[in-house]
């Protein structure tokens, strides 16, 4: 069964950072498109960063652009996200997701994704 694993969640106080990895497992991403997603308790799940695994091109919600960077791993088969300066509003569960698409496009759309991962919890507080 293939499967996305995330991991490297945590409690920070604000301003520190955390790298979050997303790990494929009985699939390879080279041909996927993968997005970071993330949820709090009663709101929808929303795109925050998405990468095309093809053509290396990087998407950013304009409430994380400056601060997460997302990057890919080919011999790890990973995709990370790397997070700095995190706000208290950065709190949430976070799910990377996968698809074989090339690009980007309408990333935000959840019906779009066929694999998601179980998700990580990041808390960020003082």
């Known amino acids: ?3 996305l694993v995330e991991s490297g969640g945590g409690s920070v106080a604000p301003g520190e950072s955390l790298r979050l990895s ?8 080279d041909e996927r498109t993968v997005a970071w997603f993330r949820q709090v308790p009663g709101k929808e799940r929303e795109g925050i960063a998405c990468i095309s695994m093809v053509v290396g ?6 409430s994380v652009k400056g601060r997460f960077a997302i990057s890919r791993d ?3 088969n990973k995709v990370f996200l790397q997070m700095s300066d995190l706000r208290p509003e950065d709190t949430a569960v976070y799910y990377c997701a ?6 980007c ?5 959840l019906d779009n994704w066929d694999v ?5 919890r ?5």
């Open 22 to 29: 997303c790990a494929a497992s009985r699939f390879i991403l």
């Open 1 to 3: 069964q293939v499967q």
């Open 116 to 120: 998601w991962g179980q998700g990580t």
């Open 98 to 103: 996968a698809v074989e698409r090339e690009t």
């Open 105 to 109: 496009t309408a990333y935000k759309s």
């Open 57 to 62: 091109h990087k998407t950013y919600d304009d």
């Open 74 to 76: 080919y011999a790890a």
């Open 122 to 126: 990041v808390t960020v507080s003082s």
